[in-house]
């Protein structure tokens, strides 16, 4: 069985490559691909395909997709008007390959996220339904890291910044993300699933500055601001206007609850609790 995963020269795509490969998949039944594929010819050197696929090049998704089995189709991190018709043609070419199921990682809530990036994931999903493809809904929450890697400049500011409220978040690790997806691509019953995942523990930005303070042994309060202002804020760290409106407007989503969930879907597909916030940040480099 051959697998494809895109986006491999990510963090979440890597991570999946690795975990499918502990899960005792040969390394060449693993196609690896992405837009520049010199950051995994390491991969390659392990056994790995790796091909080029770039989501805005037809052609490329067509040799990539050659002979795959099974597809991970990881959102694209290209600006948000563009991802819509990016996974459309990846889909297609998956399609096309006759792949027989796609594993597609969407966000929490997508059939009801009433955030610019909620709203790009619903419509590939609907799209996966009016394709007729046999797919799985991998309903990735927040990452961990989208706060453990802050961890300098939140304890440089003694703040951490947002525009969430009270809203609660249930973040998880990317590797246990990347762990789910290899679960679901290499497990069978999965068809048609849609999964909730995120951590077992939520935690408000209120929350996650108590516990930055407790780990760091430095006082961190949170700071709700509005969410213009969240905005300039983002876009003055260095962030391009149009990334750091959205990243504001995914706070206030966090906010309405769409960041929540306490299906326990990562921690049934994974087997074991995910990772917890406190867990993670006794590991990270402050």
Do not use: C
């Amino acid at each position: 069985m051959s697998i494809v995963v895109t986006g491999a020269t990510g963090q979440l795509g890597r991570l999946t490559v690795e975990a499918l490969l502990r899960r005792g998949v040969p390394a060449a039944d693993i196609i690896a691909t992405g837009r520049d594929t010199a950051g995994i010819q390491d991969l390659a050197d392990r056994g790995v395909t790796v091909r080029r696929a770039d989501f805005a090049d037809t052609g490329s998704l067509t040799g990539a997709f050659a002979g795959a089995d099974r597809l991970l189709l990881i959102s694209a991190s290209v600006p948000v008007h563009e991802r819509v018709a990016n996974h459309r043609r990846a889909l297609d070419a998956a399609a096309a390959a006759g792949v027989s199921m796609v594993a597609y990682t969407s966000t929490t809530h997508a059939d009801t996220a009433t955030t610019v990036i909620g709203a790009t994931h619903g419509e590939t999903e609907q799209y996966l339904r009016d394709r007729e493809i046999p797919s799985v809904v991998l309903r990735n929450g927040w990452y961990l890291e989208n706060y453990t890697g802050q961890l300098p400049q939140i304890l440089h500011n003694g703040a951490v910044v947002g525009a969430a409220g009270e809203g609660r978040i249930s973040a998880a690790s990317r590797a246990d993300y990347a762990e789910a997806a290899a679960v679901v691509l290499t497990g069978e019953g999965h068809t048609g699933a849609v999964y909730e995942l995120g951590g077992d523990e939520s935690f408000t930005l209120t929350e996650l500055a108590a516990a930055i303070s407790a780990a760091a042994g430095k006082q961190v309060a949170y700071a709700d601001l509005p969410v213009t202002e969240f905005a300039q804020v983002l876009a003055a760290a260095g962030l391009p206007a149009e990334l750091a409106e959205v990243l504001a407007d995914a706070d206030l989503g966090l906010g309405r609850g769409e960041m929540y969930t306490d299906s326990g879907d990562l921690r049934r597909l994974i087997g074991r609790p995910p990772v917890t916030l406190a867990e993670a940040l006794a590991v990270a480099p402050f």
